[in-house]
């Protein structure tokens, strides 16, 4: 981890400073953690960034646990920590320039090890001899679901004809993989909303795995080369 920024400012002031930093074309800075000290401060703060920066900011804040109170059972409410936890580790293997906001209790735990993640990613690439059948085990066996519906969310699938329409964990796109005969003829990302739209067509794509073996407790470890760490005035409680 390279730099790290800390001390008093509200967030304003430190996302237009930051925003000088990563402007400057003489600096090499890769992803940017940003610790808040209070899960209230998340949503101001990527505001701010967004205001003044350039770069994606995705956020993430660790359910507590005493909203498994709101979930039907504790088996749905661990499966929704483990995407939101899953999808965040992932975004951060995925970008090498981007803005994360976390509040510090949610970096006290073990994360899933990144290389762990990506050595267990499906990679599917455009010519490769594959049925559709097959391509569906492998996602279930990934912890992927079938969609109750044809409106997806993180982790799931659904089959229409010959295409098969998924939504990566290490995606903010939907992707429909088309299929003739026993081969993947297009991998094409969706629009939004709306499945009927093509945004962009890939050769290949990674597709993350929803369960991982190995953990770490080394966060920083995660943000990668060159990252920048902002903390404000974090108060450690004992």
């Known amino acids: 981890t390279g730099n ?25 800075v890769g992803n940017v953690l ?18 003044w920066g350039n770069l994606p900011v995705f956020v993430y804040q660790r359910r507590p646990d005493d909203e498994a109170l709101t979930f039907p059972t504790i088996r749905e409410f661990n499966q929704i920590k483990r995407l939101e936890l899953l999808e965040f580790v992932s ?23 990144p290389e ?7 990679k599917l690439s455009v010519g490769t001899r594959l049925e559709v059948v097959d391509l ?7 912890g992927y ?10 982790g799931q699938y659904f089959k229409r004809g010959d295409s098969l329409f998924i939504y990566p964990i290490n995606s903010e796109n939907v992707f429909r993989v088309d299929f003739e005969f026993d081969m993947v003829d297009r991998i094409s990302a969706l629009e939004d909303g709306d499945y009927s739209k093509t945004t962009k067509s890939f050769k290949e794509i990674a597709i993350f795995p929803l369960d991982y073996e190995n953990e770490t407790q080394n ?4 943000m990668g080369k060159n990252a920048v760490v902002i903390d404000d005035e974090v108060d450690v409680v004992d």
Do not use: C, H
């Open 34 to 51: 940003w610790v808040v000290s209070d899960v209230s401060e998340i949503g101001i703060t990527k505001k701010a960034f967004n205001i």
């Open 136 to 142: 569906v085990e492998t996602l279930v066996s990934l």
């Open 91 to 113: 975004r951060l293997i995925t970008y090498k320039k981007a803005v994360f906001v976390v509040d510090f209790l949610s970096l006290l735990q073990n994360f899933p090890d």
């Open 145 to 154: 679901e079938m969609s109750d519906n044809e409106v997806l969310s993180k």
């Open 4 to 28: 790290t920024i800390s001390g008093s400012g509200n967030s304003a002031s430190k996302s237009l400073m930051l925003a000088d930093i990563l402007r400057d074309e003489r600096s090499d």
């Open 219 to 222: 966060f920083l470890g995660l």
């Open 116 to 122: 762990d993640v990506s050595r267990r990613a499906l």
